[in-house]
């Protein structure tokens, strides 16, 4: 007769190695189509669930623990080290205003559903989570997930209601620079020429573009150690350990920003970061009871789409009174709403090299915020 789950919650070193390869396996899916347009965190997702779910791994291991309790504190100054604030202001000009509305509106998304939609006991988490991501993007949600202990199976739901209106909001943002309405209220600037010697899909800046390099490897390793030990017991002294991450954050930015030309010049470090992250999908994946998910989904998803519509309405109805150009709104509103990798990726398939660096640039920037905005929301709406 055969036992399930298949595999027990003591074979660690098993456990360990099935959570790598989901994450490599997320990795592959994003260099596919269906990949880059559903994302490789949901593909992780949902081969975690149906391996759990079908009785293949358990549900919960003291590993899984592990992951949430190390490798997700681990990932955000891995993630942070080449975060100078100092050119974001500099270079981004006037998205980074249109950025600022689109965290406004986020916000004001989070705060309404919260209070009108029927989110359950744990509301004010989903609050947090949810500006977290749209402020951010997926590694900003997978941070504060981790930070206010969100139940696996809303984690689940969360990323799964996330990638859905996620993929329809950036479909929505590519079209706009060619709609009429939105051509005739913005301005539509003209291509700019790319800089000699260099090409969209490998600007300097971009997150992910630099080679493996195993002493700087080492070296944001041992960094992010003792930020992470120095955040926490910052966090313990004032009485607020389960909100460490704040302090992780806060630590990182001021490091990358006292040090922006050495840390610049580290290889490696963010790729170590993105895939500790992947591997803490692969987790949250396996724990999530898939009835209980669906059981939550439709509110999850109706208060995505929410805090989705108030950022596109903040972000275009203010910059249209600063009057902004349409690119960098839309620009902006992708970085806000996904991240530093898929506004760069716009910028580019729009012929606008000039505005790659800065679509970088502001995402980011929402890497940095979003940790502080999502928990501290949680911590405003708490019952």
Known sequence: MLQFPLISADSTLLLLGVLCLLAAFGFWLDTTKIGRNVSGAAGILAGGMLLSNFGVLPKSADVYGVVWVYLVPLAIPLLLLKADLRRVVSETKGMLLAFFFGVIGTSVGAIIGYFILPLGPEGHKLAGVFSATYIGGS????AVTQSVDLSPALAAASVAADNVVGVLYLSFLAIVPSLLFFRKMFRLSLPAEMPTGESAGNSSDSPGASAINLTHIAFALGLSFVICAAGTTIANLLGVGGFSIMFI????????????KQLKALQGDYEIGLLFMYIFFAAIGISADVAAMLDKAFAVVLYAVLIIVCHALFIF??????????????????????????????????????????????????????????VSLTIWLAP
């Open 249 to 260: 954050t806060a630590l990182t930015v001021l490091i990358a920003n006292l040090f922006p």
């Open 139 to 142: 590694m900003n949600m997978a």
């Open 317 to 374: 109805i203010g910059s249209r009174f600063f009057k902004l150009q349409l690119l960098d709104v839309v620009i902006a509103s992708n970085a806000c709403a996904s991240g530093p990798a898929s506004a760069a990726a716009l910028a580019a398939g729009k012929s606008r090299p000039d505005l790659v660096a800065p679509a970088v640039l502001l995402g980011v920037f929402g890497y940095a915020v979003a940790n502080f905005i999502g």
